[in-house]
């Protein structure tokens, strides 16, 4: 692993308090250079530190078990393994970690994948910078965030089925969840117990035939029971 971002606390003049307060970020990638620039990109947003790169599965494991960090941005294709397999077992063993899967390539199956996994944000590795910073900016453990222009593409178009009895309640849930919004909010905003809004999304999973978010927000948007995706 690589501690060499280029943006430690001292040449950034943030104190040991600002790293304390701070949303701490590791990246995981075999292109040095990529992980290097995004590293340095986010030493300037408030309130990301870097605290390293990796260029393995197994250094990254490493380095999450050493510094735990907040964050991990994970590149799917590494030399020594699978990212998102990868991503399945560290959010099984840290519960609270957020990651965030990087691909260049994006298709309907990693998309499920990834959020299988437990990651809860997908971001591409050919989208710009400022796309990479806000999806980070919002990536909330126990959401699935994805940009409006992936959702789009595995939407399309097809014949509405039968209304499946949606309560306006569920509608509401199932909104927040296009939104990539975790459970945690969606219970605050709604003034609802956790178990409340898991309650919801099982509802909403059975009625809809899903088996994961993902596949839900999907299935609602081809029948047109929300608008999941804001124009580009």
Do not use: W
């Not at 990301?48 to 790169?53: A, N």
């Not at 400022?130 to 399309?156: D, K, N």
């Not at 919004?181 to 898991?198: H, M, Y």
């Amino acid at each position: 692993m690589s501690t060499d971002t280029g943006q430690t606390a001292t040449d950034t003049g943030q104190t040991a308090t600002d790293t304390a307060l701070a949303t701490t970020v590791l990246i995981i990638d075999d292109h040095l250079v990529f992980a290097q620039l995004l590293a340095r990109a986010l030493s300037y947003v408030d309130p990301f530190v870097c605290i390293g790169t990796a260029t393995s599965v197994a250094d990254g494991f490493a380095a999450v078990r050493e510094h735990r960090p907040d964050i991990v941005v994970m590149d799917v294709r590494l030399g020594d393994g699978d990212g998102v397999s990868a991503t399945a077992i560290l959010t099984e063993e840290f519960p609270q970690l957020r990651v965030v899967i990087l691909s260049a390539y994006v298709d309907a199956a990693l998309l499920s994948r990834a959020a299988a996994a437990g990651a809860c944000a997908l971001i591409p590795k050919n989208g710009d910078l400022e796309e990479m910073l806000g999806v980070l900016q919002t990536a909330e453990r126990g959401g699935f965030s994805v940009p409006p222009r992936f959702l789009r593409s595995l939407v399309g178009a097809a014949p509405p089925p039968p209304d499946p009895g949606l309560t306006s309640r569920e509608v509401e849930v199932l909104r927040m969840l296009a939104a990539g919004v975790g459970l945690g909010t969606i219970a605050q905003e709604l003034g609802i117990s956790v178990n409340t809004a898991r309650g919801h999304v099982k509802n909403l999973l059975f009625k809809l035939g899903a088996h994961t978010q993902l596949e839900a927000v999907v299935t609602a948007a081809r029948r047109g029971l929300i608008h999941a995706l804001p124009p580009l």
